[in-house]
C-alpha cells in the first residue's frame, strides 16, 4: 500500500482545541481536505489529531510553518502520518 504524503499527525494539541481549531490553524498554510481531533468516548480531546492537505507540496509547507509552533498555550507537532501496520 502506497503512503498517503498529504496526512499529517498533530500532537500535543490543547484539550480544548477542536476540529474547526485545526482547520482554522492549517488552511492558513494550504488547503485543507479534513481536521480532526481525536475525542475519547467520554467527549474529551486525547490531544493530538490528524489533518489532510490538498496535496504533498502542501503538506510539506504545513510540517515547515506549523511544526513547534505555539496554539492554545501549547507547542505542537506536525509531521507525515506514518502508515499503519499490516498485520498478518
Do not use: C, W
Not at 482545541?17 to 481536521?35: H, K, T, Y
Not at 475525542?39 to 474529551?44: A, K, T, V, Y
Request: net charge negative; hydrophobic share 35%.
Amino acid at each position: 500500500m502506497e503512503q498517503n504524503k498529504k496526512k499529517l499527525f498533530v500532537a500535543s494539541l490543547s484539550f480544548r482545541m477542536r476540529d474547526d481549531d485545526l482547520q482554522e490553524i492549517f488552511s492558513g498554510v494550504g488547503s485543507v481536505v479534513n481536521a480532526k481531533v481525536v475525542i475519547d468516548r467520554d467527549g474529551r480531546s486525547r490531544g493530538y489529531g490528524f489533518v489532510e492537505m490538498e496535496t504533498e507540496g502542501e503538506a510539506d509547507n504545513a510540517i515547515d510553518k506549523l511544526n513547534k509552533t505555539i496554539h492554545f498555550n501549547r507547542e505542537i507537532v506536525v509531521q507525515a502520518q506514518k502508515p499503519k501496520e499490516q498485520t498478518a
